[in-house]
Nanobody, 114 residues
Framework: QVQLVESGGGLVQAGGSLRLSCAAS????????MGWYRQPPGKQRELVAT??????INYADSVKGRFTISRDNANRVYLQMNNMKPEDTAVYYCKAVRYGADYWGQGTQVTVSS
């Protein structure tokens, strides 16, 4: 099993920045990919950014050029969010994929005020 704990959420004004962190624990060997998803109020969960163990990165169009995902050798994944917009308001979830199984964190609230 993989356990994921997110941190770094909060309230920020439009145009501001936040950095989310996610730490994986448990059986972390051979985690194939990690990423960030978000669920805006009243909407479905959506992809924000993912990064594979080979370094391949994918971003949602809505965050390209503003958000940066990174991962370190200790199975932590980060999301640097710049030039934030009110529509970025959501609960942000960390996800890890290991041998085809998905693992999710508990989520962290991000609120962007206009």
């Amino acid at each position: 099993q993989v356990q994921l704990v997110e941190s770094g959420g909060g309230l920020v004004q439009a145009g501001g920045s936040l950095r989310l962190s996610c730490a994986a624990s448990g059986i972390t060997v051979n985690i194939n990919a990690m990423g960030w998803y978000r669920q805006p109020p009243g909407k479905q969960r959506e992809l924000v950014a993912t990064i594979t163990d080979g370094g391949r990165i994918n971003y949602a169009d809505s965050v390209k050029g503003r958000f940066t995902i990174s991962r370190d050798n200790a199975n932590r994944v980060y999301l640097q969010m710049n030039n934030m917009k009110p529509e970025d308001t959501a609960v942000y979830y960390c996800k890890a994929v290991r041998y085809g199984a998905d693992y999710w964190g508990q989520g962290t609230q991000v609120t962007v005020s206009s």
